[in-house]
């Protein structure tokens, strides 16, 4: 059974920084491409970063670029998400996701999501 | 970046109802499409992909049309389990973008 497990989030000050885990089990988590989307209460979903299955390639939304970092470690079958310079508007349910990939390519869309991690942005 | 507008943002229907949702693009996004579904407290989950593909173990009530800039997904006869919200996303570039969703509630 796959699953997607966040760790990491809570309260944190303006300009502050916080680091989330999304341990993977029940997949060749190599083989996947990641994501990590957030929702602001009572908003919509965000996607805010993602990589490739190696690690090599990764991407993100404009308004996290230069304060938000996306890794990976293979070995440890974990995703991560390193958060500096927060923000109030950072304030969301963060989740890992993980992106459909075949043998041959990555099909573009989440069909596993983890349970969430809230992190909250205020003094 | 692509804007994805999704109307209605709200809508009230009855089970049995035919219900649409429509999105739009800003750009045309081929058939990189995708929808889910969101309950609250709870992850979204996925039911369409490329814009008309079921995803496995989803109900056939649900289908998904559309391509360049214009999408629907219709629920053909609307079950009580599937009062939510529904978002699409785009992911035609490398800059993934979400609709703004819509919650679809009991009339």
């Known amino acids: 059974e796959v699953q997607l497990l966040e760790s990491g989030g809570g309260l944190v000050q303006p300009g502050g920084s916080l680091r989330l885990s999304c341990a993977a089990s029940?997949?060749?988590?190599?083989?996947?491409?990641m994501s990590w989307v957030r929702q602001a209460p009572g908003k919509g979903l965000e996607w805010v970063s993602a990589?490739?299955?190696?690690?090599?390639?990764?991407y993100y939304t404009d308004s996290v670029k230069g304060r938000f970092t996306i890794s990976r470690d293979n070995s440890k079958v974990t995703l991560y998400l390193q958060m500096n310079s927060l923000r109030a508007e950072d304030t969301a349910v963060y989740y890992c996701?993980?992106?459909?990939?075949?043998?041959?390519?990555?099909?573009?869309?989440?069909?596993?999501w983890g349970q969430g991690s809230l992190v909250t942005v205020s003094s | 970046d692509i804007q994805m507008t999704q109307s209605p943002s709200s809508l009230s229907a009855s089970v049995g109802d035919r219900v649409t949702i429509t999105c739009r693009a800003s750009q045309s996004i081929s058939n990189y499409l995708n929808w889910y579904q969101q309950k609250p407290g709870k992850a979204p989950k996925l039911l369409i992909y490329s814009a008309s593909s079921l995803h496995g173990g989803v109900p056939s009530r649900f289908s998904g049309s559309g391509s360049g800039t214009d999408f629907t997904l219709t629920i053909s006869s609307l079950q009580p389990g599937d009062f939510a919200t529904y978002h699409c996303?785009?992911?035609?570039?490398?800059?993934?973008?979400f609709g703004h969703g819509t919650k679809v509630e009991i009339k």
């Open positions: 996303q785009q992911t035609y570039n490398s800059l993934w973008t």
């Open positions: 990589i490739s299955p190696d690690g090599v390639n990764t």
């Open positions: 996701a993980r992106e459909y990939c075949s043998s041959t390519y990555c099909h573009r869309y989440f069909d596993y």
């Open positions: 029940g997949f060749t988590f190599s083989n996947y491409a």
